[in-house]
């Protein structure tokens, strides 16, 4: 008898109910939120799913789940007012619940802006639901699957809000205990899109031009609708942009900080004053240096990320990321040089294989490589600042042979931070590992 090869044949089908998340910031692009839903709302057996916190402080949370027929609002009262427990306690359920239903082909989740998709999709498939009448406990992810992320923006406003260094509470958005900045949750919606919608007013050729250069390297695989009037949005049109979204797109999957920084394939050159600069380097920063020379991510760069070696902390990988003007950094946890022979093992495979293909006899795998998205920065301003925080000749030595005498070295990362720091705009690290690596 002969037995086909598995991967000729086609893929089992994945009964699971499709859902889309679509997200945006206050203003024209929440207001692109609802009108993307309520064309979903146009295809066979939609529902859109909706969460008003904004009265989230007090405990409450006014849930609307439509229907082509019918809107039905529940108020909710939590008794610990926070994002995480919309989530735990009432959304997660309420996926499950819906998917059950045969009449329920598409579950749209019209997103409040607290609400971070990475953190939604991340809690589909991780956070284990339990209480569901006639379910077996288990993540929702058995029952519901991320058809796709979309991400609304106002593309007279976007790259201003992507740049800045603003609060939410300070934009009037969110509590005063908020420390978000408007740049992290504008990049990170957009970051973590599957599809792009862009709506006006119309921008000039110029304009447009430089912001289609920041998306195509931001989200190069994403597709992008330019929309100059909501009124006129339809439900064809909405799933044609679905249609879009090419098959390698990620579909609600998170990366870890040991993943490659340059997904899909954006493009390398410099266009209308966009361009991605790539930072690699062999030797660790000195810690004050490079505390210094990140001013230069705070003026004219979009975002920054990356892994980064200290030479204070040589077991741990640290993180960057920026966006506008704010600087998170973080524990990403050690590098493979730094564990045993066990704990290699039990590493992800592909981190494993591009760590033997730049292994280094004196430090294994440790190095520096971070990409730099600026819009309105100079390349060569920004590597010669980089450069010189590296260490020098005869500090390297020093990393190598006494590594107790480094440890001495003042070292402004030493507590992970956030700036800018001298504003008081600390966004305080998370205190568990995430999988981009934030937070120690």
Not at 131 to 158: F, I, K, M, N, Y
Request: with cysteine; charged share 25%; hydrophobic share 45%.
């Amino acid at each position: 008898m002969v037995v086909p090869d598995p991967a000729l044949l086609p893929p089992e089908p994945d009964g699971r109910t499709p859902v889309v998340l679509v997200t945006g910031l206050p203003g024209r692009a929440a207001t692109g939120v609802d009108r993307v839903a309520a064309a979903l709302l146009g295809g066979e057996g939609a529902v859109v799913v909706r969460h008003e916190l904004s009265e989230l402080r007090e405990g409450i949370v006014r849930r609307t789940v439509r229907t082509a027929t019918d809107a039905r609002t529940t108020v909710l009262e939590l008794a610990h007012g926070c994002v995480s427990c919309t989530l735990r306690a009432d959304l997660l359920p309420l996926l499950c619940t819906l998917a059950a239903r045969e009449s329920v082909r598409r579950i749209v989740l019209a997103l409040d802006p607290a609400f971070e998709a990475e953190a939604v999709c991340q809690a589909i498939g991780d956070v284990v639901v339990t209480g569901v009448v006639g379910r077996v406990d288990g993540p929702a992810g058995r029952d519901v699957r991320v058809e796709a992320v979309l991400s609304c923006l106002d593309s007279g406003q976007w790259l201003a809000d992507a740049t800045g260094d603003e609060t939410l509470a300070e934009r009037g958005l969110a509590a005063a205990d908020d420390d978000r900045t408007v740049a992290q949750v504008a990049v990170g919606q957009v970051d973590f899109a599957d599809a792009v919608v862009a709506i006006g007013p119309a921008l000039d050729a110029v304009e447009q031009a430089r912001l289609g250069a920041v998306l195509a390297r931001l989200v190069p695989d994403a597709p992008v609708a330019w929309i100059d009037d909501l009124d006129g949005l339809t439900t064809a049109d909405v799933g044609a942009l679905l249609a879009r979204i090419p098959a390698q797109a990620r579909r609600g999957r998170t990366f870890d900080a040991h993943a490659p920084l340059l997904r899909g394939q954006p493009p390398l050159v410099a266009e209308h004053g966009v361009t991605l600069i790539e930072f690699a380097a062999g030797r660790p920063f000195h810690p004050g240096r490079l505390h210094e020379a990140l001013d230069v991510l705070f003026e004219g760069v979009v975002t920054a990320r990356g892994r980064i070696w200290l030479a204070t902390q040589p077991d741990e990988v640290v993180w960057l990321e920026s966006a506008g003007g704010g600087l998170r950094v973080g524990g990403a946890g050690r590098w493979l040089a730094a564990m045993s022979e066990d704990e290699v093992a039990r590493a992800d495979r592909d981190r494993r294989v591009l760590a033997a293909l730049r292994w280094d006899d004196r430090f294994g795998d440790r190095d520096v490589s971070l990409v730099i998205l600026a819009h309105d920065a100079d390349p060569a301003e920004i590597r010669r600042a980089l450069h010189w925080a590296l260490v020098e000749d005869d500090e390297l030595r020093l990393v190598e042979r006494a590594p107790e005498r480094v440890a001495l070295w003042d070292d402004p990362f030493g507590d992970w931070h956030a700036d800018p720091c001298e504003d008081g705009l600390i966004d305080e690290v998370a205190q568990t590992e995430s999988r981009r690596g934030e937070g120690k």
